[in-house]
Each structure stands twice: as C-alpha cells, then as structure tokens.
C-alpha cells in the first residue's frame, strides 16, 4: 500500500514513522507545494475567485453567507469531476 501524506510534524514524527513501517506502507515522498494538489485550491478557490470577481462583500457574515450559497448551487458532478481533475494533474507532475 502507499500513502501519501504531508511534511506536518505529526505525520514525520518518530512514532508516526515507526507505525508506517511497522505496517510495510511505501511512503510517497511530498513533492513540492502546489495549489493544484490540494482539491479546495484546485477547484473550488478558482471558481469562488472567478465567480465572486468584482463583488464587493462588507463583513465576515457577508462573505460566508455568499460562498455557502455559491457552494450550495453546485451540483454533485463540480466536485467529483474537481477530484478526478486533481488525480489526473497528480499524475501528470508524477510523470514528468
């Protein structure tokens, strides 16, 4: 089995490593940051910037009423096809 996890210091502790070991995981190595990999960055940041351009919002109420509604709109296939878009970006940076 691999597991992909981050370079947070509970995931790269020493208990955190002997237990991946201990369970013959392989350990993807944590490629370098990009916002294509994290699925809210990937999908749903760039539509919320590219929806919400332009408006002025007053408040913090305002702001999260407006993206709980722009993400309420959203019909199941804008997230699914979000992750499978992500996959296939993961794989081709994997790739090359």
């Known amino acids: 089995m691999l597991l992909h996890n981050n370079n947070a210091p509970g995931h790269t502790s020493h208990v955190a490593m002997v237990a991946v070991h201990e369970c013959t995981f392989k350990l993807l190595s ?41 993400i309420e709109e959203q019909d199941r296939n804008f997230f699914s096809e979000g992750i499978k878009a992500l996959q296939q970006r993961w794989e081709k940076c994997v790739d090359l």
């Open 30 to 70: 944590q490629p370098p940051y990009f916002t294509d990999f994290a699925p809210s960055d990937f999908q749903l940041s760039r539509y919320l910037r590219e929806s919400l351009h332009g408006h002025a919002l007053e408040g913090d109420y305002a702001i999260i009423m407006t993206i709980n509604e722009q």
